[in-house]
């Protein structure tokens, strides 16, 4: 009886080790076609976000942390086309114009295959695109001189399509990881056109010959930033050592603003993405209240490392009548045609200086004047001329006297400041406080 009873719980316990078994493989087999029917319901919708609606869309590219990020617009096609549009240095240096930005354009393939996920598969060589993705060596200057890590720029060329939400796709870098993001764009722009605005809004953020701007947090606290204009900025906290306490992080400039590659902390503050504003200054879109910016108006048209020339066809009131008046005596005086008028510092002196440059064949006339520049709150100027060093421009003012009405009309005159930009105020405008029909605009050297 007990063996019977042995063999019979032996027989019970064989039968459900089969039973489970089998109920285990239809159950892996269950999970095995959900999954797949879900990775295939993936590819069939991001392939139709991808193509619908025109199918173009923005690419913010980074390749890697020590270089900027780059913009391409991509118009994927049913077919499984792709045009994949670019300007930057690179695609310049294709045709042998080291360092020379130019734009580029050229079909290849696309599609949208499944690995643990969708993935952005840009699956045929595109020379504009996939030269991020290429170990050659780098050449950044010379010629004989490359980055020979044989890594290349180390980018990818395949995404992980991760989230779709209002017209923009997050995608991540496959061999990399880095994160990016893509923004549909109206079939009916045209691709070389959208990359020169690109090109040009990064000369509206920064200059090379402006210093330094900042980033200005919501607790009044700014941070410092500079190199701009290689997109590699240098930054660190106002008031701290520059050499020892400042950080490094390249960013992004788009058709309408500008991105960090990642998310920075400042005091607190997580910030990453800025849009142009209209008076030029960056207001950052994470927290809406940070913003970038240059100096005050009054400070930054002293500093002294930075020269202006008038703008002699945007003058309005008394200097629209100085100017013609002033070329005119040059004339009859010896024959001398007046070129620019500059504002510059002139250390030796101390002081600012204001030179009309004029010139007849070889000979050039540059009546000088001296005068200090006072600030007058964030957006005036007040210019203070006195007799100390004036010596040669009164001598030439007696030839030419209207060179001297408008020293005195500038004498103790305060001014009011307007800039094309907040952060680039490349051009600044100066009318009177007192009357603003009179004014003049002066642009940045």
């Excluded at 999954?35 to 139709?48: H, I, N, P």
């Excluded at 002293?302 to 202006?308: A, Q």
Aim: glycine share 8%; hydrophobic share 35%; with cysteine.
């Amino acid at each position: 009886m007990k063996k019977f009873l042995n063999i019979s719980l032996l027989t019970l316990l064989a039968i459900s080790a089969l039973t489970l078994g089998s109920c285990k493989n239809e159950v892996d087999e269950i999970f095995d076609d959900d999954a797949v029917t879900r990775l295939e319901e993936a590819k069939a919708r991001f392939t139709d976000i991808l193509t619908s609606n025109g199918g173009k869309w923005q690419m913010e590219y980074f390749a890697n942390g020590d270089e900027p990020g780059y913009i391409y617009v991509m118009t994927f096609h049913t077919d499984g086309s792709v045009v994949i549009s670019g300007k930057n240095k690179w695609i310049g240096g294709l045709s042998g114009n080291t360092g020379s930005v130019a734009y580029g354009s050229e079909t290849s393939l696309w599609d949208v295959i499944t690995d643990n996920g969708p993935v952005l598969s840009f699956n045929s060589y595109n020379k504009y695109f996939h030269l991020f993705a290429d170990p050659a060596d780098i050449y950044e200057g010379k010629e004989d001189e490359p980055d020979e890590t044989g890594r290349g720029h180390e980018g990818d060329y395949e995404f992980d399509l991760m989230k779709y939400s209002n017209d923009t796709l997050y995608i991540s870098g496959k061999k990399y990881g880095r994160s990016m993001i893509m923004t549909r764009l109206d079939e009916s722009i045209n691709d070389e056109v959208y990359m020169n605005e690109v090109v040009a809004m990064a000369d509206s953020f920064f200059h090379k010959k402006i210093p330094q701007v900042y980033i200005n947090l919501p607790n009044g606290v700014r941070w410092i930033v500079k190199n701009g204009s290689t997109s590699i900025l240098k930054m660190f906290r106002e008031g701290d050592d520059e050499i020892t306490q400042s950080e490094t992080h390249n960013i992004i400039i788009t058709h309408d603003g500008l991105s960090f590659m990642n998310p920075l902390t400042l005091d607190g503050y997580v910030i990453q993405n800025f849009v142009r504003q209209p008076d030029g200054s960056l207001l950052c879109r994470d927290d809406n209240q940070t913003t970038m910016t240059a100096d005050e108006l009054s400070k930054f048209f002293g500093i002294t490392t930075l020269s202006w020339n008038l703008d002699q066809t945007s003058l309005g009131g008394v200097y629209a009548d100085y100017i013609p008046a002033i070329k005119s005596q040059f004339t009859s005086f010896g024959k001398y045609n007046l070129s620019t008028i500059q504002i510059a510092y002139v250390s030796a002196m101390e002081r600012f200086s204001i030179t009309f440059n004029a010139k007849k064949q070889n000979n050039t006339y540059t009546p000088t004047f001296y005068f200090t520049m006072e600030p007058v709150g964030d957006e005036q100027v007040k210019f203070h001329f006195d007799a100390e060093g004036n010596t040669q421009g009164e001598q030439f003012a007696d030839k030419c006297p209207a060179l001297r009405t408008m020293v005195q009309a500038l004498d103790n005159t305060t001014f009011d400041l307007s800039a094309n930009s907040l952060l680039a105020p490349l051009t600044m405008k100066l009318a009177e406080n007192s009357s603003s029909s009179d004014y003049m605009y002066w642009k940045l050297q």
